[in-house]
Nanobody, 126 residues
Framework: QVQMVESGGGSVQAGGSLKLSCEVS????????LGWFRRAPGKEREGVGAIDSDGATNYDDSVKGRFAISQDFGKITLYLHMNNMSVEDTAMYYCAAGPYMPVSVTLPPPTWYNYWGQGTQVVVSS
């Protein structure tokens, strides 16, 4: 049913920018939350940020001021705009979807999400 497919990963120089996309299909929630997570080599999964169907966003402290999340509403597509990247941003990036919650109030934990993409690799070189 629900499919989420990430794209846009690759290699980038430190200080550069990269945009990730996540195409969402089959999502039946009338209102929803879309999120980004990442897992660096040898590290645990970390929440990056989220956007809800009202357009509100929230971000982890590690990326505030550098990353931005947006969406298209036709065929639902989630984006992660990554700026001023550093080697610490090297990770596998995953998109996820779940039912609505007010993102501006609380950044949803990973247990809130019901659907996940397969991930796209991002490598930042110094």
């Amino acid at each position: 049913q629900v499919q989420m497919v990430e794209s846009g990963g690759g290699s980038v120089q430190a200080g550069g920018s990269l945009k990730l996309s996540c195409e969402v299909s089959g999502l039946m929630y009338p209102r929803y939350v879309l999120g980004w997570f990442r897992r660096a080599p040898g590290k645990e999964r970390e929440g990056v940020g989220a956007i809800d169907s009202d357009g509100a966003t929230n971000y982890d402290d590690s990326v505030k001021g550098r990353f931005a999340i947006s969406q298209d509403f036709g065929k639902i597509t989630l984006y992660l705009h990554m700026n001023n990247m550093s080697v610490e941003d090297t990770a596998m990036y995953y998109c996820a979807a779940g039912p609505y919650m007010p993102v501006s109030v609380t950044l949803p934990p990973p247990t809130w999400y019901n659907y996940w993409g397969q991930g796209t690799q991002v490598v930042v070189s110094s």
